[in-house]
């Protein structure tokens, strides 16, 4: 019956073609784009609602009718039908993969037998703000030094390809002007690029694809992770950022009541990390032989502190495996904080001192090339 209804709404609302291919491309945008941010309010709104009396079928109505966001009246609307087919929110949003991942279906489902899906939901938005927030600011941490690299690059080239080849045909204008080693090879350089410059396309696009390509696969994935932990300031930085996230998601399920090979079989999909895959393998190899976490743990230095292991024990030994979590939050997420803050204070001074040796190299040699052409045109 309710299917017919929305069939019969379906019809009246019809619209010309063209009108109805926009409305069409505007929803699968929609659709497209249903991040985190997404994620977050459709949860936040739900617990909220949920919290304040209304009921689940109410609180999907008032979302789906008040939204205007297509993804989320999607998901407002299918949910509703479930739930009106008697079937529980986890049910309905692991039949909604494009929306949810395993991760909140397993959640919520865990959080559901104890009757408290409002304050689950607001957990779980809890949790990717964090994530997210610590995301962007470790990636605004790392983009300006890269876009310094590229401008650097990109400015190379330039003055290789479009300044140098002027500069040199007027001192090729005098015969006997002996040039220094320097300028001859920054003029062979310069004629390399002028006569090489789609070949080097070329081989920077080949290399670019074959990077995809290898950084795509389980072993180049752990290169770069191994890369990045090597990297002064970085390196720390990452480290951090996968505790903080690892603590933060192993408390949460484990505040669901699920058993710590529960907890580490859905870590392991979470992180989707090969370094952090093959410890989480090795822990749950551990616990299968009825090994204690910190028994697993406390050899895996390179990615889990040692400090982390003890404080892990300490809740062990004291049955509060949850609590102990809590201090390592409070400890490294402090941490990460300041790290991202004066990693990008330290990162941006030093690439715009390397960026601008480089500029004022090459403008040293360019104004002494130009110093010595009007030297000889005096004589």
């Known amino acids: 019956m309710l299917e017919k209804e929305e069939n019969q709404l379906e019809n009246t609302n019809k619209v010309g073609p063209i009108d109805g291919m926009i409305v069409s491309t505007l929803q699968s945008m929609d659709k497209w784009r249903f991040w985190s ?199 720390k930085m990452t480290k951090y950022f996968y505790i903080v996230k690892f603590c933060r998601y192993t408390k949460l399920m484990m505040a669901a009541g699920m058993n710590y090979i529960q907890t580490f079989q859905l870590l392991r999909d979470i992180l989707g990390i090969p370094a952090y895959t093959d410890m989480i393998d090795r822990v749950l190899l551990g616990l299968g032989k009825w090994e204690t976490i910190y028994a697993t743990l406390k050899n895996e230095t390179e990615l889990i502190p040692s400090d982390v292991s003890i404080m892990i024990k300490v809740g062990e030994e004291t049955a509060n495996v949850p609590n102990s979590l809590d201090n390592i939050l409070k400890m490294y997420e402090e941490d990460l904080d300041t790290i991202i803050t004066r990693s990008s204070k330290v990162i941006e001074p030093i690439m715009l001192i390397f960026v601008g040796w480089i500029v004022v190299v090459i403008a040293l040699w360019i104004f002494g090339l130009i110093l010595q052409i009007m030297q000889w045109s005096g004589m």
């Open 37 to 235: 941010k997404d994620k977050i309010l459709f949860f936040k709104e739900i617990s909220y609602l949920l919290n304040g009396g209304i009921s689940l079928v109410n609180a999907m109505n008032i979302i789906g009718e008040s939204s205007d966001n297509y993804a989320l009246k999607e998901i407002s609307r299918n949910v509703l039908s479930f739930i009106r087919r008697w079937k529980s929110f986890s049910y309905a949003i692991n039949r909604l993969p494009d929306y949810f991942d395993q991760w909140d279906y397993t959640i919520v489902k865990a959080w559901e037998m104890s009757g408290n899906l409002p304050m689950i939901l607001q957990s779980l938005a809890t949790q990717y703000v964090y994530i997210r927030d610590m995301k962007n600011k470790y990636i605004g941490a790392l983009i300006y030094p890269a876009i310094l690299i590229v401008v650097a690059i990109v400015a190379v080239f330039a003055l290789f390809l479009l300044v140098l080849p002027n500069i040199f045909s007027i001192a090729e204008g005098f015969q006997n002007l002996q040039l220094p080693w320097i300028t001859r090879a920054l003029q062979s350089i310069s004629v390399f690029f002028q006569t090489q410059w789609k070949t080097i396309l070329w081989v920077t696009a080949g290399l670019a694809a074959v990077g995809g390509v290898y950084f795509s696969t389980e072993f180049g994935k752990k290169s770069w992770f191994s890369f990045l932990l090597n990297v002064p300031m970085i390196g």
